[in-house]
Antibody, heavy 118, light 111 residues
């Protein structure tokens, strides 16, 4: 059974860098895109960005200047770094999996609440 | 690009059917097969409900179905059950940045 388990700092001050990691258990790391999707409290889902097993990335234009998604295939995990955070970046961040050449997210992590507050 | 548009809330009684629409620009929902739907319970991660337009993952009830008209995709839940009370999101591959658009979400209340 595939499991995505994520972790990272939950409380940040404005201007700090958000860092989250998602580990993949029980399935192959190659052949997929690995995404980050966030959800502000009480609001809807917003796609943040994705990376494939080869390291090719796609980012949301609204976050691109502050965003880095990377992966460690040998350890079957991928990471999100979002710099210069503000209160608007407060959200539950989910990692999710998408098989290459498909258009849906079939497995999701449990979510990690990141709060930005001074 | 703006998010896809969904009604903020819908409600129905047990046994009834409800429909949740998902509308966008002509290119946002242009290909039905690129639309997926997710079910989310409070405090939980979204769960894939429908993919490639009409397909259901193993374990998802056939009470969930999808139809398409013009620039809209619609999720129908028939034979409503109390366990269906959740938030529902549509999602479409947008072909341009951002690559993925989500609807604003619909809160389903089972009366």
């Amino acid at each position: 059974q595939v499991q995505l388990q994520q972790w990272g700092a939950g409380l940040l001050k404005p201007s700090e860098t958000l860092s989250l990691t998602c580990a993949v258990y029980g399935g192959s790391f190659s052949g997929y895109y690995w995404s980050w999707i966030r959800q502000p409290p009480g609001k809807g889902l917003e796609w943040v960005g994705e990376i494939n097993h080869g390291g090719s990335t796609n980012y949301s234009p609204s976050l691109k200047s502050r965003l880095t998604i990377s992966l460690d295939a040998s350890m079957s995990h991928f990471s999100l770094n979002l710099s210069s955070v503000t209160a608007a970046d407060t959200a539950v961040y989910y990692c999710a999996r998408r098989r290459l050449f498909t258009y849906y997210f079939d497995y999701w992590g449990q979510g990690a609440l990141v709060t930005v507050s001074s | 690009q703006s998010a896809l548009t969904q009604p903020a809330s819908v409600s129905g009684s047990p046994g009834q059917s409800i429909t949740i629409s998902c509308t966008g620009n002509s290119s946002d929902v242009e290909s039905f097969s690129l639309v997926s739907w997710y079910q989310q319970y409070p405090g939980k991660a979204p769960k894939l409900l429908i993919y490639e337009g009409t397909k259901r993952p193993s374990g998802v009830s056939n009470r969930f179905s999808v139809s398409k008209s013009a620039n809209a995709a619609s999720l129908t839940i028939s034979g409503l059950q109390a366990e269906d009370e959740a938030d529902y999101y549509c999602c479409s591959y947008a072909r341009s940045r951002p690559l993925w658009l989500f609807g604003g979400g619909t809160k389903l209340t089972v009366l």
